[in-house]
């Protein structure tokens, strides 16, 4: 096979190397990008490019930052006493984009796993008890938001055991329960079975 | 909601600019592109902006090309005899992916479309015609790679009547039928019916 343009078949090779994208989605999309105005293209590609350049990591909660502190850090208008422990920068993006939280962060970077030589610390949990920990912090809570799989339990199980013994400082986990529009019959039954334990007060 | 940087939430942007690529997909895109080596998201954004910028059109074939001529029309192992006219280089490029033609191509830019206004002049339709009828010309066959489509059917009468008085110049279709693996009973029935009256004699 010949491809008629070596630039094509370059662009096309590249694109097919993200995940999720095959050849024929790759040629779809730049066929696209050269059907479109060259603006597109050239901002698409300095957009990634300064991205994966100049983004850096929040000195304090360690997610991608595009300065020494993040913008989340960095805004005063949120609340500096909440702070929410995830494992990934995704985690950050989708709790932001619930748009019910507005206290700040702190990415540790992934779950303990000793399947995969995860050890805690190769975590940023030694910053996060500093953190908690420092004269004059103004942290109160530590929100846990772990996903609860084997590993992100394990993970909390040692976080909250690092935690317990910091004075002022309150430790909680994110609600579990059936998921909104989940039908009772089809979830699991440890899931069923916390929900009604963890039930809750109807507000009447 | 804060996006932690202003630099990744650009890119997404951008990345979800793209046809079919969602804001979900657009963030798993760049994360994972931050996860990897520099050089990923260096060659990916550098093949995008070459293409775009660099790309230019076949002078013979009008496909998209890196030359004044394309890789296709100046490889002389080619059969020069032989033009495929198809509508788009999408064609192009899945017709050689078949690996069975050896011959070159003419890219018409598109189908005649009253409805979408554009007519035979809109296509590169007479430099097909001068490319055939041209004096000293090697080509002999023209086949018709157009879609079966209401559209299609007419750019390919059109053309019929174009190069029928063409000397030396041989006018043929690709076959239309049952696609391989398909059911007879879920073709419609023209397809079926053509596929009885262009039956093809049994080679024993
Ligand atoms: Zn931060
Ligand atoms: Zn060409």
Tied chains: 1, 2.
Excluded: W
């Excluded at 096979?1 to 590249?14: H, Q, R």
């Excluded at 929900?195 to 809750?200: A, F, G, L, M, T």
């Amino acid at each position: 096979m010949d491809f008629p343009s070596k630039l094509i078949e370059n662009a096309v090779g590249e694109l097919a190397r993200l995940p999720g994208i095959g050849k024929k989605t790759a040629l779809r999309l730049a066929l696209h990008l050269l059907k479109a105005d060259t603006d597109i293209t050239a901002s698409l590609a300095e957009a990634l490019a300064k991205m994966r350049f100049e983004i850096t990591y929040c000195r304090t909660c360690h997610s991608i930052s595009d300065a020494e502190e993040c913008s989340i850090c960095a805004n005063q208008l949120r609340d500096h006493a909440q702070v929410c422990v995830v494992a990934d920068v995704r985690d950050v993006i989708a709790i932001e984009n619930t748009g019910q939280y507005r206290g700040v962060y702190h990415v540790l970077g992934g779950v303990i796993s000793p399947i995969e030589g995860v050890g805690p610390t190769d975590l940023h949990i030694d910053s996060l008890v500093e953190r908690a920990a420092a004269e004059g912090s103004e942290v109160r809570e530590i929100i846990l938001a772990i996903s609860p799989t084997m590993e992100g339990d394990t993970t909390a199980f040692y976080l909250s055991r690092r935690l317990r013994d910091l004075p002022n400082v309150h430790i909680s986990t994110i609600a579990r329960g059936i998921p909104m529009g989940g039908e009772l019959e089809y979830a699991d039954e440890i899931t069923l079975g916390r929900s009604i334990v963890d039930r809750q007060r109807q507000v009447s």
